[in-house]
């Protein structure tokens, strides 16, 4: 009850080190694997990505016939998809397609995952829609460093970086452009 009123206050730290204490202590309680999920959302709620994805693995290692583990893979997701959002990032308005994407890759494989092993949970439409906007992100940065190569006058890696958009994101929006790149 400390924990769950810590995290009510949102002081993600304390509720981290007393749901950390319960697992601790009654590893094999009622309470234990609950704890592990809520371990995990308060690392994601203090904006510690690491530590969160790591949480949610260990989760779904330790217990994957769990009836909750729809929510791990889906907190994975999310995580991955938040990773890259800073507070700079928001002020600058950079592009996110201009960004590294591999946490944009890392979280659709999270939500292809709960899509694929779980259609049915409840976290599975909002999964489906992050993914579409995930394969568009990522088309759109493949087309991105295709239009740098085509700067830089270095047109067969532009028109390789394009093709490889156009064969692995076809029905992205960004194909068009990657088709004219070709």
Known sequence: S???????????ATAIKYFEKLEAR?????????AQLEIAYAHYRDYDAASA????????K????????????YLK???NFYAEESFLSRIS????????PRAARESFDAFKELVDRFPNSRYAPD???????????????????ARWYMKRGAFVAAANRAAYAVKTYPRAPATEEALAIM
Not at 26 to 34: T, V
Not at 130 to 135: A, F, I, S
């Open 127 to 145: 999964a489906v829609a992050r993914m579409k906007y995930l394969v568009n992100g990522l088309a759109s940065h493949e087309v991105h460093v």
């Open 26 to 34: 009654y590893p094999f309680g009622r309470y234990a694997q609950q």
């Open 62 to 73: 330790l217990h994957p016939n769990h009836p909750n583990v729809d929510y791990a893979y």
């Open 53 to 60: 994805v790591a949480a949610c693995d260990r989760f779904i």
């Open 77 to 79: 997701g999310v995580v």
């Open 2 to 12: 400390e924990a769950k009123d810590a995290m009510n206050d949102h002081n993600w």
């Open 93 to 100: 308005d950079q592009d996110p397609t201009e960004r590294d």
